[in-house]
């Protein structure tokens, strides 16, 4: 299992930044995915976690402005990321797991990790 993020940046308040994670190894029929982030001084706290059920897991945080999302045919999926905030500030990761059920407070379950995107949010 292979994962690598794209799409970090430099984007001012209230602006969009869509993450791309591109996946291989798996099948999103078969495991779980999600973004998390890890902010400085701050440990890495869950953004949106699915699983291969179709359930879906927001952190409180992002709920209604952050939207995951899977390309199945480009083995890809998307951390779509509206009305930014300075405190969205963090490196942000994509992970994948075998394990079903979990959810984003499942850090330490996710087995596979990308490197990591830095996204920066300017006031």
């Known amino acids: 299992v292979q994962l690598a993020e794209s799409g970090g940046g430099l984007v001012q308040a209230g602006g969009s930044l869509r993450l791309s994670c591109a996946a291989s190894?798996?099948?999103?029929?078969?495991?779980?995915i999600g973004w998390f982030r890890q902010a400085p001084g701050k440990e890495r706290e869950g953004v949106v976690c699915?699983?291969?059920?179709?359930?879906?897991y927001y952190g409180d945080s992002v709920k209604g402005r952050f939207t995951i999302s899977v390309d199945n045919a480009k083995n890809m999926f998307y951390l779509q990321m509206n009305s930014l905030k300075p405190e969205d500030t963090a490196v942000y990761y994509c992970?994948?797991?075998?394990?079903?059920?979990?959810?984003?407070?499942?850090?330490?379950?996710?087995?596979?990790w990308g490197r990591g995107t830095q996204v920066t949010v300017s006031s």
């Open positions: 992970a994948a797991d075998p394990t079903g059920g979990l959810d984003t407070d499942a850090v330490g379950m996710f087995d596979y």
């Open positions: 190894g798996f099948t999103f029929d078969e495991y779980a």
């Open positions: 699915a699983n291969s059920d179709g359930s879906t």
